[in-house]
């Protein structure tokens, strides 16, 4: 390896660099969501969540504080405070009171209202107006400031999405929808797979060939083609659009993988054990509940993690065969659909509704991620 | 009743009705239709064991018949079919067909379809090579492969607004906040782009969007097949003198071009289904539509299921030909 070995260093360099600059990439969009999430309205509109960590100066729009809160000093009105809300702050660079000149005045200089009366601003925020008149009004003169303001970041995008009750914002219910689909969508295929694919790969009948052939052969038949047929059936059946549809959508689009996987994985357990129950006098029944189904848990736990992901991800079936006109039964899919369209410039909404719905497939994703592969590779290569 | 209620009930009632099915077929075979005492005891357990594959299999074969099978007929029958007021259906031969190759939007899904096969497959397949190649060969190796195979968790949903931040665009003069437009910018572009109404590039933006979600597949697989390679026939290779590349090209690709038809076939199947991406992002405007979300348009918007399910069958005749090969691969390993 002498040839090698001359080189290493520089070769380990680059690998390294480029596998980071690789890393980076990948993790780059993500992570603009992530802190996307917890930034306000405004600062999302006014700088780029890669300047989120870094100090940044904003245009912002604050108000002082309303006329009735004003105070006799000598024969002046004045009303007095501080313009950032109470754990904020910045370093104001210019201001102004009117929106076609927001930068009219340095910290310090003072002001003319259009209603009389003067105002001025310094550096930290604090305000103090003046006049000979009561002020008027019911709302607080309105301040523009150009800002440099500390890196902030807030939860209330959460508290929105997740708890505020609103009926176009929130992911509350849709996340309680999602659920709903998505479990007996993945518990019920493995039931019905796991006895099938025992019997494709432990028992001896006419057509076992053929029937693996047809399973691999459905596992690539679109989905599209299933839509209209079975829509159809369904509200021929009297089921129409609902759980219960969603739930046998998913199952048997799911069955093709499951049992494949299952089978492949059964195949190659040992014989010796299989055969031994068989001369102890164990029934199939209870050589597959006893035997198999334990020895499977890790084709089971790969297939569930698939199917969890695929339901849970899923648009597509849960708009035909689950969402009505009535919108109760919205998946968090299909609300960040919707709130693209209503919402498309908010982003503090849509990041944070995306990344609840994101969240819980990351979760299982980081901690079942062993059995992913192994499903992936036994599913694929083969 | 409560959803959530309803789905423990499903539950319960699938998972226990379904144990409950096949013990109970299983007890009734065994001890009532062929019990194994009396004069035919033996003949009674063979025929016993010729019925119960069926039953282990009867669940399995009447959802995939139901859910799989029979809609791949039923599609055919209503592509060449129209509805008819009232209710009902008439046979109208190819009318669906005719209509629709004669509508451009027809001829820019295919167009672009095509444009994702030729692309995505091969930039996965290609990023996912690399990726597998340069983290098998460092330290922090694991994680990055990690990190790099997240985003297959992700919704294609949830990637489509991941993707449009990153699209995003302000009018001029604003700050930037959409990397695209803020690198743009920087590289000295003269005024920010709304990058997916640009023709053509929209489509490969989408096309960016699958790519980097099955990247992570086609590393995971690959790398677990590069690290089947025998030893032994690199350290002959760099006994000989081939340096990196040599090995790599020379001796690792033709040892792994099987697993790399594997994970081109299999992104080629996810991407001819591709649907969330287009109908989240573009939906299909600006040229950008694919024949899923044609078929979905037809379906769904213009209400009309014979041209709908004609271009469902376009889909599953492009689908075939994988199909075909995958079915007689399987039944090659069987034998």
Partial sequence: ?382 | MHPALQGLITIALGVGGCLGYFWLSNQILDKVIFPPRGKDIGKNINRANLVRPWLFLFPALVALGLYLAYPVVETLRLSFSDRVAGGGYEFAGIDNYTQMVSEPKFWEALRNNFFWLLIVPAASTGFGLLAAQLTDRIRWGNIAKSLIFMPMAISFVGAAVIWKLVYDARPVGQEQIGVMNALWLWFGGEEPVTWLTVLPWNNIFLMVVLIWIQTGFAMVILSAALRGIPEETIEAAIVDGAGPFQIFFKIKLPQISGTIVVVWTTITLVVLKVFDIVFAMTNGQWETQVLANYMFDKLFRANDWGVGSAAAMVIMLLVTPILVWNVRNARREMK
Wanted: charged share 15%; net charge neutral.
């Fill in chain 1, 1 to 382: 390896m002498d040839n090698i070995a001359g080189r290493k260093s520089a070769l380990t360099w680059a690998v390294n660099i480029s596998v980071a600059v690789l890393v980076l990439a990948w993790l780059f969009p993500t992570l603009g969501l992530f802190v996307s999430s917890f930034r306000t309205a405004d600062q999302i509109s006014t700088s780029g969540w890669w300047k989120a960590m870094f100090p940044s100066e904003q245009s912002l729009t604050l108000r002082a504080a309303r006329p009735d809160t004003q105070v006799r000093d000598g024969d002046l009105y004045v009303i007095e405070g501080t313009l950032f809300t109470e754990g904020r702050g910045g370093e104001i660079s210019a201001w102004g009171i009117s929106s076609r000149e927001v930068d009219a005045y340095v910290p310090g200089e003072v002001a003319d209202l259009r209603k009389g009366g003067t105002v001025t601003v310094d550096a930290a925020g604090r305000y103090r107006m003046e006049n000979t008149e009561p002020f008027e009004g019911s709302r607080g003169q309105r301040i523009f400031v150009t800002a440099t303001t500390a890196p902030e970041f807030t939860f209330d995008n959460y508290r929105t999405v997740l708890f505020s009750g609103s009926t176009t914002d929130s992911m509350a219910k849709a996340f309680f929808n999602t659920l709903t689909v998505t479990i007996p969508a993945t518990v019920i295929p493995i039931v019905i797979a796991a006895f099938a694919a025992y019997a494709l790969a432990w028992m001896d009948f006419k057509g076992r060939a053929l029937l693996i052939a047809v399973i691999v052969g459905l596992l690539v038949v679109p989905l599209q083609l299933a839509l209209i047929p079975l829509l159809k059936f369904h509200n021929g059946i009297g089921i129409g659009k609902g759980y219960l549809g969603v739930w046998m959508a998913h199952t048997g689009f799911g069955l093709p993988l499951a049992i494949y996987l299952l089978r492949n994985y059964m195949v190659g357990l040992p014989r010796d054990i299989i055969e031994n129950a068989k001369v102890d006098g164990a029934t199939d029944f209870q050589i597959f509940t006893r035997i198999i189904l334990p020895l499977s848990f890790p084709a089971l736990a790969s297939f569930a993690i698939f199917q969890f992901l695929w339901t849970w991800n899923d648009l597509l079936v849960a708009k035909v065969f689950l969402i009505d006109a009535t919108g109760e039964t919205t998946v968090m899919t299909n609300q960040i659909v919707e709130l693209l369209g209503t919402r498309g410039g908010n982003w503090e909404i849509l990041a944070t509704a995306a990344f609840v719905s994101i969240a819980v497939p990351l979760a299982v994703f980081f901690s079942m991620q062993r059995y992913l592969v192994r499903g992936l590779l036994a599913g694929s290569v083969k």
